[in-house]
């Protein structure tokens, strides 16, 4: 009886382990029949503005479902395309991320559209101690004499004059995977047209300075400046007002009343009382 009861569980085992073998091969069979799509990806990493060629690519089967959009199928495609953002090895090649066609390899091709490029003259300090990074946003401060018409000569005054400011790059490199601070003496900056103008007057009347902000903060903020007087708290220069002369007026001759003529006056003693009657 006992060697039955094995028996079954024996057979029974055997089946399970069959069904699973037969699910198994159905599953992989299933998973090799799904559609799928050549999709180029980068064989290696690519920096922002280097032109590409047929070593930096490969393509894989991508499935067909989640191909995404902009992707390319040939590599020829992308002969001596421009891309404008890094590309880490084993990502897939997107339009999006490449400069239009017969776009010339190098820093003008990550500039955005609408915008320029300038570059400003850093030191140690104007340039965050080397954290001012290609990829990284700053703010331009102006320190810089105070204009005559203001009624402030001499003063001297500091204020943001560019906010939220791109670093395109620093010295000659536009990389943007490294970390570490690198102090260079100039850094490339991503400006409108208006703003290039702003830059250019600010560091011809004054010094300027680089403030490092967040990435992602993209709020602005109006200030006026702070003078040296106001940083020290020094109270406000009391502007003398101009003082009123009184002026005499003139003297207006008055001309007295007329007097009344004199009139004659009698006394009139009537039953021992007194009267004085005057006409």
């Not at 965050?128 to 003063?155: C, I, R, T």
């Not at 003139?250 to 009698?266: D, F, N, Y």
Request: include cysteine.
């Amino acid at each position: 009886m006992k060697n039955v009861k094995a028996i079954g569980l024996l057979m029974l085992a055997a089946l399970i382990g069959l069904g699973a073998a037969v699910y198994a091969a159905g599953w992989v069979s299933r998973q090799g029949n799904i559609a799928s799509n050549k999709v180029v990806i980068a064989a290696s990493d690519i920096e922002l503005g280097s032109r590409i060629n047929a070593q930096m690519l490969s393509t894989v089967d991508w499935p067909s479902g989640s191909v995404p959009a902009g992707a390319f199928k040939e590599i020829k495609d992308l002969q001596d395309r421009v891309v404008k953002v890094g590309v880490l090895r084993g990502e897939a090649i997107l339009d999006g991320k490449l400069a239009p066609v017969g776009t010339q390899g190098g820093l003008s091709a990550v500039i955005a559209e609408g915008k320029r490029a300038m570059t400003v003259r850093v030191n140690d300090v104007v340039g965050v101690a080397g954290f001012a990074l290609p990829g990284n946003y700053v703010d331009v401060v102006v320190n810089a004499q105070q204009d005559k018409s203001k009624g402030e000569e001499g003063k001297q005054i500091s204020k943001t004059v560019l906010e939220h400011v791109l670093v395109l790059a620093v010295a000659q490199e536009a990389g943007r995977d490294d970390t570490k601070p690198k102090v260079v003496s100039a850094v490339t900056l991503e400006l409108t047209l208006e703003d290039s103008e702003k830059l250019d007057l600010a560091r011809s009347v004054g010094t300027l300075s680089l403030v490092l902000r967040n990435q992602v903060d993209k709020n602005t903020v109006t200030t006026a400046g702070i003078t040296k007087s106001q940083l020290f708290g020094e109270p406000a220069e009391q502007i003398a007002l101009p003082i009123k002369v009184a002026t005499a007026r003139p003297m207006v001759a008055r001309s007295k009343p007329a007097m009344a003529p004199a009139s004659e006056c009698v006394e009139v003693i009537q039953n021992g009382s007194r009267a004085l009657n005057c006409f």
